[in-house]
């Protein structure tokens, strides 16, 4: 937040999650996990203490058989640009130690583990429960600490932590571009783990504000909607459905209110 | 050869073997609250029922309650020091106590509660300016100090301690300048209790606490410094009322207590009013605009029903205000008792909902209530600071020549 005056819109790295092609196979969780090592306990049958960066929720459209739908809804960060360009998003604005803050050059919302004192005034903060605590040390089962991602460093308990885009990704895209003496990272050199392992290609991520990149595109379609867009959180993190009751499950409405047809009817934070 | 005596000439108090049974009994409790303690710090936070959707839970809301009792030495050291209200001199010595005890236990309790206790101190280091938290951080560390150094005097007043020259004079020359801490602990009040008011206010993601307000201000900021000033004094009062009964002694006259009374029960009313305004507004136009009916807030879950809200604003709220603002009132013991307990459980039931209810509500639309109940470790460690209260006080109490007017009171000969 420290760095507002010095803004200019470069990147605004979001993400797509098309949920008429979601099967909720949970690859995205998995690919997760292995990518930003992330602990798991023994016993994961509570959930509301589970470390995830990426949980799937299974929504129905609440009629009885033979009418039931279903659909997958994965759920990563939403990455809020919040109230203005100024990166006002929920949780940065709140945490006393700015161990978290919001990245000018990428839109990315940062966690700093070795920063935080595990306060969870952010947790407080975020309508999502994208925000996840070290309730426990994390345990890692015999010789699977040797399959850690060195990019990543694990954190201790005690500390928040939440999804990152993959920032180490990026971090690696760009040293490989200004290597070879580029200014611009393509599309394809700086994707997420969940995108990747994605087997229906039900996630898309990239620069919603570079009109090459697919994200700018799929976000303006009319079957685009985000999550709990009245509480302006403005997330980067869009959804397409071609089924107006899963669009309409994406916010809280009045009894009276008419359900919104498309995202595009919404407010949208450029 | 004459030794000075350690409990305060012309007053009467239990004997050593008494005395000690109590402190024995009230250390045992704070024993069973340093051993959850221990738990929480060696093992972790698993050892309590928090979880993600519940990052804040019975602590805060132990927090944001004692700060708002505390509040009574704020306040009365307002009244009598800058407002210039003498007789509440009898009783600034011991709302200052309980002041302390409720900060520094407001203090423990964050130490506590945080994931890293280690790393504490990177909330002054690595402050962020925009957050509530730093500012409640700021003004009640500092605040704490001031409590410090207006318990001081008192302390040194002690018949052991007041024979030593140095403290004599200092405690003397510390009385002179009183005022000063008073008002400086009066301005970093206002923005402390205020800040808590704004850690659930400000939180734009959470439609049942959020509130508009004035610059960066939420209503919040307000009604909580408003709510402490109202219900801290009332605390100060019920306090002051088990010492009595608990020593069998009268302690404060009856007019002290009348006039406290008479200008909480004013500071409850037009509170009261203000806060049922903001609830309207925010019934009525802010949770709309966010998706949310007024009572999504208050059904389709096991607890929080529109009992909550009656209990805080009516049954806890407006009953208390006319109590003590009409004169039958408050001459009444009884319910003079009833409307200062009213008084402190309704401002506990607002930090609750502010804190607890806020989580609980789902803001997901497909989600759905998060309801909790403590673990004993968190019971624990919430109880510890009683008994360290409790400790404190009967300390205090029985070396410390706390009540000006008991030895008037209870003549001895």
Known sequence: MKEQHGYTSTKRYGMVIDLDKCTGCGACMVACYAENNVPFKKNETHKLDSLNWIRIFQLDNGKPYPDTEVCYLPMPCQHCDGIGKHGHSPCVSVCPAVATDYDYSTGVVSQIPTRCFGCRYCMAACPYHARKFNWWDPVWPADTEKYLNPDVSPRMRGVVEKCTFCFQRYQKARDKAYMEGRDEIHESEYQTACAEACPTSAIVFGDLNNPDHEVSKLKDSPRAFRLLERLHTNPKVYYLSSKSWVRRAGDNYLENESKPQSGRQKIHHK | ?413
């Open chain 2, 1 to 413: 050869m004459e030794t000075t005596p350690i409990i305060p000439q012309g007053v009467k108090r239990c004997s050593k073997m008494q005395f000690s049974l109590w402190m024995a009994a009230a250390t045992a409790v704070l024993l069973w609250g340093v051993y959850a303690m221990y738990l929480c710090w060696f093992k972790g936070l698993n050892q309590t029922n928090m979880n993600d959707a519940y990052g804040f839970a019975l602590w805060i809301w132990a927090d944001l309650a004692v700060i708002a009792l505390g509040g009574g030495a704020f306040f009365t050291g307002f009244l009598t020091y800058i407002i210039g209200k003498d007789k509440l001199k009898n009783i600034i010595n011991y709302a200052v106590i309980i002041g302390f005890i409720c900060y520094s236990s407001a203090l423990l309790i964050l130490a506590i509660d945080i994931g890293q206790p280690l790393r504490g101190w990177f909330i002054f280091w690595h402050a962020n300016e925009h957050s509530m938290l730093t500012e409640v951080a700021f003004c009640l560390s500092c605040y704490f100090g001031v409590l410090t150094i207006e318990f001081l005097p008192n302390i040194f007043e002690n018949p052991k301690l007041n024979k030593i020259p140095f403290l004599h004079h200092l405690a003397h020359n510390m009385h002179s300048i009183m005022a000063v801490f008073a008002a400086t602990g009066v301005f970093l009040s206002f923005f402390h209790q205020g800040s808590l008011g704004g850690v659930s206010g400000v939180l734009f993601g959470r439609p049942f606490s959020y509130r508009e307000g004035i610059n960066v201000w939420p209503w919040t900021f307000f009604l909580f410094t408003w709510s402490a000033a109202a219900c801290g004094p009332c605390f100060t009062i019920l306090v002051t009322w088990i010492t009595e009964k608990l020593t069998r002694k009268k302690l404060v006259k009856d007019d002290v207590i009348q006039l406290l009374a008479k200008i909480s029960g004013w500071m409850l009313a037009t509170y009261m009013i203000a806060k049922i305004a903001d609830t309207i507004y925010w019934a009525m136009v802010t949770a709309p605009s966010m998706g949310f009916s007024f009572m999504d807030f208050y059904t389709s879950n096991p607890v929080y029903g529109i009992w909550i809200l009656i209990l805080e604003l009516v049954i806890c709220g407006i009953v208390p205000a006319l109590i003590l603002i009409t004169r039958k009132g408050r001459e009444n013991k009884s319910l003079l008792l009833l409307a200062v307990v009213l008084a402190v459980v309704g401002v506990c039931v607002n930090r609750w909902v502010m804190v607890l209810q806020t989580l609980a509500v789902p803001v997901v639309p497909f989600e759905s209530w998060f309801m909790y109940s403590p673990s004993w470790q968190e019971v624990a460690t919430t109880i510890l600071p009683v008994a360290y209260g409790v400790i404190v006080i009967s300390l205090a109490h029985r070396y410390l020549p706390v009540f000006p007017q008991e030895r008037e009171l209870n003549p001895t000969n």
